[in-house]
């Protein structure tokens, strides 16, 4: 039996996604058809399409740029929501919840979301080795990603957090915000600053911003320095990165993070665990 699985954007035809998924499913050894779904960027488009895919018996669909605030809109509306998705304040998998369909609730009520991006950094920082619990973390952004990664790192036991943003009322606003829907990131004091007072020595600092999409680079102070360095960015050269090497830090783009949320999600689907190390090798192998 095929299960279908897609994954709606807005652009798509870039995503990896179904190089990914296909790569975990031929790992458990299971029939998947997993696509790319345009959809118009309104909110009555993106509900027809995620309806009519789970009508016609679609598993699991992950959600990418634009959408995940919209998914998180529809499911907080109707249907459900993961912890982690409520504090992330957007979806990137839903799937169907079984128990409302078993009650007689439509497919509607069923629809549920969670967020695996922040777990599948975690996930990826630990498979690279570098020590989480007891570590000062500084994060580089406030927008949607860094929001999403910011529960799952204190839930990795790290001990301190300090948020640098260009525009500071938006780091602010968003500790604020999340310690309101969160008891657990409301006991972790975070600290707040613009991006070109983030000095000292750090265990690891994450870039979240999307600087890389464009030519620019961070202002960032002269005695800023850490042990290791995470662009949340890849697939092109990452100044950010280059910097941190240059004084002795080990780095990592966020390919890693990409394939980590994908494997949650496959296995929040299927209930088929991943070996993300085979995986990773498999898909790189690919790329030669
Ligand atoms: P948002 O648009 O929500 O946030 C953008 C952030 O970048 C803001 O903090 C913004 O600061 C900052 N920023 C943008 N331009 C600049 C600049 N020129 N100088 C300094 N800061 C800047 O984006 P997202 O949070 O959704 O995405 C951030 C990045 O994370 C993207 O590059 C995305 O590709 C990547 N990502 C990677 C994933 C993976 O699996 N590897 C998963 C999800 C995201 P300000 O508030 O001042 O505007």
Redesign the pocket.
């Known amino acids: 039996m095929t299960r279908h699985f897609i994954v709606i954007g807005n652009p798509i035809a870039h995503s990896k996604s179904p190089q990914i998924h296909q790569v975990f499913a031929t790992q458990v050894d299971i029939d998947i058809c997993y696509q790319r779904q345009h959809c118009p960027d309104n909110a009555a488009g993106f509900s027809a399409v995620i309806e009519a895919f789970f009508h016609g018996g679609g598993v699991g669909a992950n959600v990418t ?1 634009p959408f995940k605030q919209r998914a998180y809109d529809n499911c907080l509306a109707r249907g459900g929501l993961s912890e982690h998705a409520k504090i992330a304040g957007a979806v990137n998998t839903l799937l169907l919840n079984e128990a409302v369909l078993k009650n007689g609730g439509s497919i509607k009520d069923a629809i549920y979301g969670d967020n695996t ?1 922040g777990q ?1 950094l975690v996930n990826h920082i630990v498979r690279l080795g570098w020590p989480l619990s007891g570590a000062r973390v500084a994060l580089i ?6 929001r999403g990664i910011i529960l799952p790192l204190i839930e990795a036991g790290i001990a301190q957090l300090t948020i640098a ?3 500071v009322s ?1 780091a602010t606003k968003l500790v604020t915000d999340l310690s309101a829907a969160s008891p657990t990131i409301a006991q972790h004091h975070i600290t707040t600053c613009a ?1 070109t007072d983030l000095t000292g020595q750090f265990d690891l600092i994450i870039n ?7 030519s ?1 680079t ?1 202002p960032l102070a002269d005695d800023l320095n850490c042990h290791y360095a995470y662009d ?3 697939g092109r050269a990452l100044p950010f990165l280059q910097r941190f090497a240059d004084r002795g830090a080990q780095t990592s783009e ?2 890693g ?2 394939i980590g ?1 994908a494997a949650l999600s496959f296995e929040r689907w299927t209930g088929h665990a991943i070996n993300v190390e085979q995986a990773t090798t498999t898909l790189s192998k690919q790329h030669e």
């Open positions: 740029v991006d599948g952004g406030a927008g949607g990603a860094a943003n260009r525009t938006k991006t979240a911003t999307s600087i890389g999409l464009s620019n961070l949340m960015m890849y966020g390919y993070m990409l949320q």
